[in-house]
C-alpha cells in the first residue's frame, strides 16, 4: 500500500485529521490511567486473607458490663456454639477490615523507643482460645498458643497484653527479622516483651491506616484470657451456613445480654463494606472507559463518513481507473492506522504525562510502562473496528460515479 | 436576524437526524460526567461556615517528646493542653472537641440499646458554630462548670427515640448515667463535619468519614469525663505505656480546640498567647518542643487535611478529560456538517451574505445544539447524582444540584459547544463562493 497519497491527501484535510488524532490521543491517555487504577483498586479489593472468609460470621457485642466479662465471655461462647452448623466459635478484640485497628509500634531492641525510626506499626489481635480454628489461621512456622498461654495472660489497664509469647504473619517476621527465622526472637513495646512461638499466614489488618497499603499484612496475635476488650464473636461455618449463622448469633447474643448491643454480620459483607468505596470507583471507571471509547468510536465513523461522501467522485475516478474494491477499503484503512498512530504516539506521551502528574497530586501510583502499549493497541483496534463501516460504503462506490459531476 | 439564523439552525439539524444526535449526545454525556463530578466536588469542597470561616481557628501545640524537632503539631491536643487553652477564655468564643461512642437507652421507648456516637464539647460551640435548635435550648457555661448531666440530641435520634415529638426534659441513659436532655436540634448537615476533621493527612485521600453526618448526642465536656471515663476517641498516643492508664493525664492526643477571633488584632493576640503558653510550657519541663505551635484558620485547616477525598477530585479530573473528547469530537462533526453544506453557503455568500453573518449563522447552530446537549446533560446530570445518592459513602445524601449548578450546567453546555463551532464556522465562514457556485 502506498502512503504517499494518503498523507499528501491528509495534509489537505488538516484540522479534521488533527481532530481524529487528538481524540484518539486523548482517549488513549485517559484509557491508560483509568485501567491502571482500576487494576491498582480491583487489586486491594481482592487482597488475600489467611483466614477462611467464605465461612465467617462476626457478630460485635458492644457496651456489655465489663466487669463480668470473665463470667460472661464463656458463656456466650458456649451458647454461640450450640447453634446449628456452628463449627468453632471464638472472641477477638478487632477482625480483619472491621475497620477497629489496634495500632501499636514494636521495636526489635529493648533500647528502642517505639517512636524511634526502625519500629514497625501493627495491629495487634487478642484471640481467646480456640480463635486459630474459628478463623482458620493457618500455621507456617512454630506452634499455636496453649491452653496454658491462653490461661495466663490478661489485659493490663493499658492496651499492652501481659503475656510473653506471641504469633505473627509471615510478612511481619520478614520486616522485623529480614532474611532470619523469627522463631524464638523478642519484639518489644516499651518495658513490654514478647516472643516470637509461631509464624501464621498473611492476615489483613482492620484498617489501612497506621501503615497504608505496603503495611496491610502486619499483624502480631495474642492470646488473651476472656477479658471486656474481647467483644468480635467469630463463628465458623459452611459457607451456605454463613447468612444463618450470622443472623442467629445476633439474636443468641442480643437475648444473653440485652443490655448490650448486638450486631451480626457475615465476613463477606464485612469485606464488602469495607472496599465498597473502591468498587463504587472501580464500576465508576469503568463505565467512563466504556462511554469514552463509544463517543471515540462514533466520532471516527462520522468523520471518516463525511470524508467518504466528500470523495464519492474521487473513490468513482479510482475504480474507473481500475482500483479494485479492496484496494479502496485498504486506502480507508491505512489512513486510519496511520492517524491512529500518530494519535497513539501522542496519547502515551500524554498518559505518561498525566500519570505524573496525579502521582503528584492525588494518592496514584506510577503507572507500568506496559500499560502504554496495551492502551495503545486497543485504540488501534478501535481505530480499525469503527472505520470498518464508512469504508466499506466507500469500496461500494460504483465505477460509474467517477462520470457524474458534483 | 437572530430568530432567522436560529430558524435555519433548526432547519439544518432537522436535516440530518443522526449526526445531530450524534453530536447532542456527545455534548450531553460530557456535561452530565463533568456537571455530575463538579456537582459533588462543589459540596463538598464548600465553605461550611460561610462568612463566618474566616472568624473561626484551630490552635495547636506540640505536647509530644519526639526527637524530631521540625514534626508537626499533633492534629489534636492532649488533655491538660486543651483544657489550659480553653479555660483561659482569651478568645471571643471557644469550644473543645472530644468525640466518643457510648450505649444509649431511652427508658419508656421500646427500642434495644444502640451504641450513639457522642460529641462533647462546651457551651460556646452551639453560637460559635450557629447550630440550629428545634426545641429547647443549649447548655450554658455553669452546665459545662457544674458538669450537668444534660445533653442535646440530634433530630435524627430524635425522629428514632420519640417519634419528632418535643423530648426536652426526657431522660436517656447514656452508658451507665441518666442524663437530661434540654435540647433537640434542627436537621444540621455541615460539609464537612468541620469541627471533627483531622488526620486528613494520614488517609491516603480516603477522607469521605469527613462528610458523616454530625454525631447524635452531644454534651458536656466536663460530664463526659464522670459519663464516659476513658472512653474517648483517642487521635494517638506516645511515650510510655505505664503512663496510659488514665486518659485524662495520659500522653494521648484526644481533644480538640476551636476559638472564635473577631478581628485580626484578637487573632495576632491569641497566637501569642498559644506561643506563651508552649514557652511557659517548656520552662516548666512538660513540653519539649516549646515553639512548635500553630493556630490555621477554618478553611486552612480543611485545606490542610485535604478534606475533599481524592477519588472525588480524580473523577473531576477524569470527567473534564472526558468531555474533552466529546468535544473534539464535537468540533470533528461540526465541521463535516459545515462544511458539507459548502454549496448552500456560497449561494448565500454570492447573494451578498458577509462572512460575518456566515459566522454567526454557524455559532447559533453551534449554540443551539450546546442547549439541546446541556438539556441532555441536566438529565444525565441528575442521573448521575441519583446514582452517587445510591452509593454507600457519607456524602451520598449531600449530592442534589443546587440552582447554581443547574444554570451552571447549560452555562457549560452552550460555551463548550460554542467553542467547538468555532474552528468549524470559521473555516465555513472562508468558503469562496465562486469556487462553489461551479460546482453546483
Given at each position: 500500500?502506498?502512503?504517499?497519497?494518503?498523507?499528501?491527501?491528509?495534509?489537505?484535510?488538516?484540522?479534521?485529521?488533527?481532530?481524529?488524532?487528538?481524540?484518539?490521543?486523548?482517549?488513549?491517555?485517559?484509557?491508560?490511567?483509568?485501567v491502571?487504577?482500576?487494576?491498582?483498586?480491583?487489586?486491594?479489593?481482592?487482597?488475600?486473607?489467611?483466614?477462611d472468609?467464605?465461612?465467617?460470621?462476626?457478630?460485635?457485642?458492644?457496651g456489655?458490663?465489663?466487669?463480668r466479662?470473665s463470667?460472661?465471655?464463656?458463656?456466650?461462647?458456649?451458647?454461640l456454639?450450640?447453634?446449628?452448623?456452628?463449627?468453632?466459635v471464638?472472641v477477638?478484640?478487632t477482625?480483619?477490615?472491621?475497620?477497629?485497628g489496634?495500632?501499636?509500634?514494636?521495636?526489635?531492641?529493648?533500647?528502642?523507643?517505639?517512636?524511634?525510626?526502625?519500629?514497625?506499626?501493627?495491629?495487634?489481635y487478642?484471640?481467646?482460645?480456640?480463635?486459630?480454628?474459628?478463623l482458620g489461621?493457618?500455621?507456617?512456622?512454630?506452634?499455636?498458643?496453649?491452653?496454658?498461654?491462653?490461661a495466663?495472660?490478661?489485659?493490663?489497664?493499658?492496651f499492652?497484653?501481659?503475656?510473653h509469647?506471641?504469633?505473627v504473619?509471615?510478612?511481619?517476621?520478614?520486616?522485623?527479622?529480614?532474611?532470619?527465622?523469627?522463631?524464638?526472637?523478642?519484639?518489644?513495646?516499651?518495658k513490654?516483651?514478647?516472643?516470637?512461638?509461631?509464624?501464621?499466614?498473611d492476615?489483613?489488618r482492620?484498617?489501612?491506616?497506621?501503615?497504608?497499603?505496603?503495611?496491610?499484612?502486619?499483624?502480631?496475635?495474642?492470646?488473651?484470657?476472656?477479658?471486656?476488650?474481647?467483644?468480635?464473636?467469630?463463628?465458623?461455618?459452611?459457607?451456605?451456613?454463613?447468612?444463618?449463622?450470622?443472623?442467629?448469633?445476633?439474636?443468641?447474643?442480643?437475648?444473653l445480654?440485652?443490655?448490650?448491643?448486638?450486631?451480626?454480620?457475615?465476613?463477606?459483607?464485612?469485606?464488602?463494606d469495607?472496599?465498597?468505596?473502591?468498587?463504587?470507583?472501580?464500576?465508576?471507571?469503568?463505565l467512563?472507559?466504556?462511554v469514552?471509547?463509544?463517543?471515540?468510536?462514533?466520532?471516527?465513523?462520522?468523520?471518516?463518513?463525511?470524508?467518504v461522501?466528500q470523495?464519492r467522485?474521487?473513490?468513482?475516478?479510482?475504480?474507473?481507473?481500475?482500483?479494485?474494491?479492496?484496494h479502496?477499503?485498504?486506502?480507508?484503512?491505512?489512513?486510519?492506522?496511520?492517524?491512529?498512530?500518530?494519535?497513539?504516539?501522542?496519547?502515551?506521551?500524554?498518559?505518561f504525562?498525566?500519570?505524573?502528574?496525579?502521582?503528584?497530586h492525588?494518592?496514584?501510583?506510577?503507572?507500568p510502562?506496559?500499560y502504554?502499549?496495551?492502551?495503545?493497541?486497543?485504540?488501534w483496534?478501535?481505530?480499525?473496528?469503527?472505520?470498518?463501516?464508512?469504508?466499506?460504503?466507500?469500496?461500494?462506490?460504483?465505477?460509474?460515479?467517477?462520470?457524474?459531476?458534483? | 436576524?437572530f430568530?432567522?439564523?436560529?430558524?435555519?439552525?433548526?432547519?439544518?439539524?432537522?436535516?440530518?437526524?443522526?449526526?445531530?444526535?450524534?453530536?447532542?449526545?456527545?455534548?450531553?454525556?460530557?456535561?452530565?460526567?463533568?456537571?455530575?463530578?463538579?456537582t459533588?466536588?462543589?459540596?463538598?469542597?464548600?465553605?461550611?461556615?460561610?462568612g463566618?470561616?474566616?472568624?473561626?481557628?484551630y490552635?495547636q501545640?506540640?505536647?509530644t517528646?519526639?526527637p524530631?524537632?521540625?514534626?508537626?503539631?499533633?492534629?489534636?491536643?492532649?488533655?491538660?493542653?486543651?483544657?489550659?487553652?480553653?479555660?483561659?477564655?482569651?478568645?471571643?468564643?471557644?469550644a473543645?472537641?472530644?468525640?466518643?461512642?457510648?450505649?444509649?437507652r431511652?427508658?419508656?421507648?421500646?427500642?434495644?440499646?444502640?451504641?450513639?456516637?457522642?460529641?462533647?464539647?462546651?457551651?460556646?460551640?452551639?453560637p460559635?458554630?450557629?447550630?440550629?435548635?428545634?426545641?429547647?435550648?443549649?447548655?450554658t457555661?455553669?452546665?459545662?462548670?457544674?458538669?450537668?448531666?444534660?445533653a442535646?440530641i440530634?433530630?435524627?435520634?430524635?425522629?428514632?427515640?420519640?417519634?419528632?415529638?418535643?423530648?426536652?426534659?426526657?431522660?436517656?441513659?447514656?452508658?451507665?448515667?441518666?442524663?437530661?436532655?434540654?435540647?433537640?436540634?434542627?436537621?444540621w448537615r455541615?460539609?464537612?463535619?468541620?469541627?471533627?476533621?483531622?488526620?486528613g493527612?494520614?488517609?491516603?485521600?480516603?477522607t469521605?468519614?469527613?462528610?458523616?453526618?454530625?454525631?447524635?448526642?452531644?454534651?458536656p465536656?466536663?460530664?463526659?469525663?464522670?459519663v464516659?471515663?476513658?472512653?474517648?476517641?483517642?487521635?494517638?498516643?506516645?511515650?510510655?505505656?505505664?503512663?496510659?492508664?488514665?486518659?485524662?493525664?495520659?500522653?494521648?492526643?484526644?481533644?480538640?480546640?476551636?476559638?472564635?477571633?473577631?478581628?485580626?488584632?484578637?487573632?495576632a493576640?491569641?497566637?501569642?498567647?498559644?506561643?506563651d503558653?508552649?514557652?511557659?510550657?517548656?520552662?516548666?519541663?512538660?513540653?519539649?518542643?516549646?515553639?512548635?505551635?500553630?493556630?490555621?484558620?477554618?478553611?486552612?485547616?480543611?485545606d490542610f487535611?485535604?478534606v475533599?477525598?481524592?477519588?472525588?477530585?480524580?473523577?473531576?479530573?477524569?470527567?473534564?478529560?472526558?468531555?474533552?473528547?466529546?468535544?473534539?469530537?464535537t468540533?470533528?462533526?461540526?465541521?463535516?456538517?459545515?462544511?458539507?453544506?459548502?454549496?448552500?453557503?456560497?449561494?448565500?455568500?454570492?447573494?451578498?451574505?458577509?462572512?460575518?453573518?456566515?459566522?454567526?449563522?454557524?455559532?447559533?447552530?453551534a449554540?443551539?445544539?450546546?442547549?439541546?446537549?446541556?438539556?441532555?446533560g441536566?438529565?444525565?446530570t441528575?442521573?448521575?447524582?441519583?446514582?452517587?445518592r445510591?452509593?454507600?459513602?457519607?456524602?451520598?445524601?449531600l449530592?442534589?444540584?443546587?440552582?447554581?449548578?443547574?444554570?451552571a450546567?447549560?452555562?457549560?453546555?452552550?460555551?463548550?459547544?460554542?467553542?467547538a463551532?468555532?474552528?468549524?464556522?470559521?473555516?465555513?465562514?472562508r468558503?469562496?463562493?465562486?469556487?462553489?457556485?461551479?460546482?453546483?
Amino acid at each position: 500500500m502506498e502512503i504517499g497519497p494518503i498523507l499528501a491527501s491528509l495534509r489537505k484535510h488538516r484540522i479534521p485529521a488533527l481532530l481524529i488524532v487528538l481524540e484518539i490521543a486523548l482517549a488513549c491517555a485517559v484509557l491508560c490511567n483509568a485501567v491502571f487504577m482500576i487494576g491498582a483498586r480491583a487489586g486491594e479489593i481482592r487482597l488475600s486473607d489467611a483466614i477462611d472468609e467464605q465461612g465467617l460470621s462476626v457478630v460485635t457485642l458492644t457496651g456489655a458490663d465489663p466487669e463480668r466479662a470473665s463470667s460472661e465471655i464463656p458463656r456466650n461462647l458456649d451458647a454461640l456454639r450450640r447453634i446449628p452448623g456452628v463449627q468453632a466459635v471464638a472472641v477477638l478484640n478487632t477482625m480483619p477490615l472491621s475497620g477497629n485497628g489496634w495500632n501499636v509500634n514494636f521495636t526489635t531492641r529493648p533500647d528502642m523507643k517505639p517512636t524511634d525510626k526502625g519500629s514497625i506499626n501493627s495491629n495487634i489481635y487478642l484471640m481467646s482460645e480456640g480463635a486459630d480454628r474459628a478463623l482458620g489461621l493457618r500455621l507456617k512456622q512454630g506452634r499455636m498458643f496453649g491452653s496454658e498461654d491462653y490461661a495466663s495472660s490478661t489485659m493490663g489497664a493499658t492496651f499492652a497484653p501481659e503475656t510473653h509469647v506471641a504469633i505473627v504473619s509471615e510478612r511481619l517476621a520478614g520486616r522485623l527479622w529480614p532474611g532470619q527465622s523469627a522463631l524464638g526472637r523478642k519484639m518489644y513495646m516499651d518495658k513490654y516483651w514478647y516472643q516470637v512461638v509461631g509464624v501464621v499466614a498473611d492476615v489483613l489488618r482492620p484498617t489501612r491506616a497506621g501503615a497504608g497499603l505496603p503495611g496491610i499484612y502486619d499483624t502480631v496475635f495474642f492470646p488473651m484470657q476472656p477479658t471486656d476488650v474481647l467483644n468480635y464473636y467469630v463463628l465458623r461455618s459452611a459457607p451456605a451456613d454463613r447468612d444463618r449463622v450470622a443472623r442467629q448469633a445476633e439474636d443468641t447474643l442480643a437475648r444473653l445480654d440485652p443490655g448490650a448491643v448486638a450486631e451480626g454480620k457475615t465476613f463477606v459483607d464485612m469485606r464488602g463494606d469495607f472496599f465498597s468505596g473502591a468498587s463504587s470507583m472501580v464500576w465508576m471507571l469503568v463505565l467512563v472507559c466504556v462511554v469514552m471509547l463509544a463517543v471515540t468510536a462514533f466520532g471516527i465513523v462520522g468523520l471518516t463518513s463525511f470524508w467518504v461522501a466528500q470523495r464519492r467522485r474521487q473513490i468513482g475516478i479510482r475504480r474507473a481507473v481500475g482500483a479494485r474494491r479492496g484496494h479502496i477499503l485498504s486506502y480507508f484503512r491505512t489512513e486510519n492506522f496511520l492517524l491512529s498512530a500518530a494519535g497513539v504516539a501522542l496519547g502515551m506521551v500524554l498518559a505518561f504525562g498525566i500519570n505524573l502528574y496525579l502521582m503528584q497530586h492525588y494518592e496514584v501510583d506510577r503507572m507500568p510502562w506496559y500499560y502504554l502499549p496495551g492502551g495503545a493497541i486497543a485504540l488501534w483496534l478501535l481505530g480499525q473496528a469503527a472505520v470498518y463501516g464508512p469504508a466499506h460504503r466507500a469500496a461500494m462506490v460504483p465505477p460509474v460515479e467517477a462520470t457524474r459531476s458534483g | 436576524m437572530f430568530t432567522y439564523y436560529l430558524d435555519l439552525a433548526l432547519r439544518s439539524l432537522k436535516r440530518n437526524k443522526a449526526l445531530t444526535a450524534l453530536m447532542v449526545l456527545a455534548i450531553a454525556v460530557g456535561i452530565g460526567a463533568s456537571m455530575t463530578t463538579l456537582t459533588v466536588m462543589h459540596l463538598l469542597s464548600g465553605d461550611p461556615m460561610p462568612g463566618r470561616s474566616a472568624t473561626l481557628f484551630y490552635p495547636q501545640v506540640d505536647p509530644t517528646d519526639s526527637p524530631k524537632p521540625d514534626s508537626q503539631p499533633r492534629d489534636v491536643m492532649d488533655y491538660r493542653s486543651a483544657v489550659d487553652l480553653w479555660s483561659a477564655h482569651r478568645a471571643d468564643r471557644q469550644a473543645l472537641i472530644a468525640s466518643t461512642e457510648l450505649k444509649l437507652r431511652a427508658p419508656g421507648v421500646n427500642l434495644p440499646p444502640q451504641m450513639a456516637r457522642v460529641l462533647t464539647t462546651t457551651s460556646d460551640f452551639f453560637p460559635m458554630f450557629s447550630v440550629p435548635l428545634r426545641y429547647g435550648t443549649a447548655w450554658t457555661p455553669a452546665d459545662d462548670e457544674q458538669r450537668s448531666r444534660v445533653a442535646v440530641i440530634s433530630s435524627d435520634l430524635n425522629n428514632r427515640l420519640f417519634g419528632g415529638a418535643n423530648s426536652v426534659g426526657r431522660t436517656v441513659r447514656l452508658k451507665d448515667s441518666d442524663v437530661r436532655i434540654i435540647g433537640v436540634l434542627a436537621p444540621w448537615r455541615p460539609s464537612p463535619q468541620f469541627y471533627d476533621v483531622a488526620g486528613g493527612r494520614f488517609s491516603e485521600g480516603k477522607t469521605a468519614s469527613f462528610y458523616a453526618k454530625p454525631e447524635e448526642v452531644f454534651m458536656p465536656f466536663s460530664t463526659a469525663q464522670d459519663v464516659a471515663g476513658s472512653e474517648f476517641n483517642v487521635f494517638t498516643c506516645w511515650g510510655s505505656v505505664e503512663a496510659m492508664k488514665h486518659l485524662q493525664t495520659a500522653p494521648c492526643a484526644w481533644v480538640a480546640l476551636w476559638v472564635q477571633l473577631d478581628d485580626a488584632a484578637k487573632v495576632a493576640g491569641y497566637r501569642r498567647f498559644v506561643a506563651d503558653y508552649a514557652a511557659q510550657q517548656k520552662a516548666l519541663g512538660r513540653f519539649v518542643h516549646g515553639d512548635n505551635t500553630r493556630m490555621m484558620d477554618l478553611m486552612q485547616w480543611l485545606d490542610f487535611n485535604h478534606v475533599v477525598p481524592s477519588d472525588v477530585r480524580l473523577q473531576v479530573v477524569l470527567a473534564f478529560a472526558f468531555l474533552l473528547i466529546c468535544l473534539c469530537n464535537t468540533v470533528g462533526l461540526l465541521l463535516a456538517k459545515f462544511l458539507r453544506r459548502s454549496g448552500e453557503i456560497g449561494v448565500r455568500r454570492a447573494l451578498g451574505a458577509s462572512r460575518g453573518a456566515v459566522f454567526a449563522q454557524c455559532l447559533v447552530e453551534a449554540g443551539t445544539i450546546g442547549l439541546l446537549g446541556g438539556l441532555g446533560g441536566w438529565l444525565l446530570t441528575l442521573l448521575g447524582l441519583w446514582l452517587v445518592r445510591r452509593q454507600p459513602v457519607e456524602y451520598a445524601d449531600l449530592a442534589h444540584l443546587d440552582a447554581g449548578m443547574f444554570l451552571a450546567t447549560f452555562a457549560l453546555a452552550v460555551l463548550a459547544a460554542l467553542l467547538a463551532g468555532l474552528v468549524p464556522a470559521l473555516r465555513a465562514s472562508r468558503v469562496t463562493p465562486g469556487l462553489q457556485l461551479k460546482t453546483l
